[in-house]
């Protein structure tokens, strides 16, 4: 199966399945729920998802487990995109090609939206149905505190918001992306392996893959902010600029940031070679994060 | 001991506690850090905590492992407050007698904060210091999430905001507190039976006995609400009459919730009876939560 295939197909499991996961839109809270729904089954590229299954398949876990802690990392990710947009963050109206949820709710709905997906992203790794011993479980509710709480991506967003964000050079730039996007990708791809309990080795390749994907995708995204439209990107271009903050295409220039995202993603891919053909779809996306046009 | 003393002396070694568990003010992330610091270390009566080390204590299970448990607990709270008090949705100033975190701080932070607040209470509950199995830290995980959730806290926010919320009769005021407020009231007192592994008549009488105190909480939270000054109380008053929402006062006037709060706290003692002398600071704590000034 080529990588578009794989992606649009896991797109539609990941999206039926966090159909079923999600709280049915019934009672008095019914808004909340909805708005967790309209936000969570909008589609966008599901890469997290995706990195978390295709890792779990590198050891032969079950793709149903694998699926389930997509999941749970895809709720994590909704919620950080409600709460970037809210009017008090980047104060965006569009995203994935619709309106942000406080523009189609409210302020208020969105932040609770946002609150609730983080939280039922712990009652899915919490959950015995995922056959799954405890301590697996534990380990994955652990790991994606980690990437999501103060340390990563709250710690990200604060620097992304904070004063001093104008002025970060590339080393700062890097680290803010290590914390807000990296954090999450590399959690995905951790966990394949926690799901494993694979080897030492096997995990620090997929660390090393993590990391420079991450990257790699967020130089891309610098570049298609600078370079696309909100038509093709389904969210507001050029917002980076607009704002005075500092880029991996302003620090250096538009070829140079392309250079950067080429040759991370073969490092990226590189990393890999100990397993074979199995992590040809992880190979594949290295080069997609790079030269996607949305 | 009596409850004065021991909810005191709770207090400071929760206070101490939260303060080695979150993560120290450094680095350009550190302002959001500093935030939830600010709200999660402004004091409180800490009761949820106390409910939790109490209702440990009937089964023996060491005070340290409850603390840990409590702490988490208390850092889901303190972010529900963070997030309630926000201009989108309670728009309150003042909160412990002190300015809230988005006065204080700004919105961005606020909100950052409150999430980071929550994510870290998973990071509390995954951590293996706790020296819980891996069983019980992810039964507290799918319990906690649960009460935080859509079908917890975050559904009786929504509730709240609701248009309807206006027009509630006493069934859907109570089944409002019972979200709110009364499923973290709920989990903190099953925390003690999780943590003990403890059979079902033990987990259910302390079930009864959460629900009623709950309930007799809110009730009397809605008669400091009519009855008390701002000075007392640490933040606003006369917000529920002003904001034209119905309340357990409005329904059953001041009396009538009164009678009903007194009675409530006295059924909820009685179902700890099984537990003879050891159960005696929770039912005093029910005697307590409808007799307190603030």
Known sequence: MNLQDALASQGETISALLDRLLPPVEGPRGRVVEAMRYSALSGGKRLRPFLVRESARLFDVPEERALRAGAAIEMIHCYSLIHDDLPAMDDSDLRRGRPTAHVAYDEATAILAGDGLLTEAFTVLGDPQTHDSAAVR????????????????VGGQMIDMSPARAHLDLAGISHLQSLKTGALILFSCEAGAILAQAPDTARKALVGYAQDL??????????????STPEALGKPTGQDASLGKATFVGQLGIDGARVKAVSLAASAAQRLDLFGQKADLLKEAAAFVVSRQS
């Open 214 to 227: 991450g990257l790699a995708f967020q130089i891309a995204d610098d570049i298609l902010d600078a370079e």
């Open 138 to 153: 534990i380990e994955l509710v652990r790991h994606l505190a980690a990437a999501a709480g103060a340390a990563g991506m």
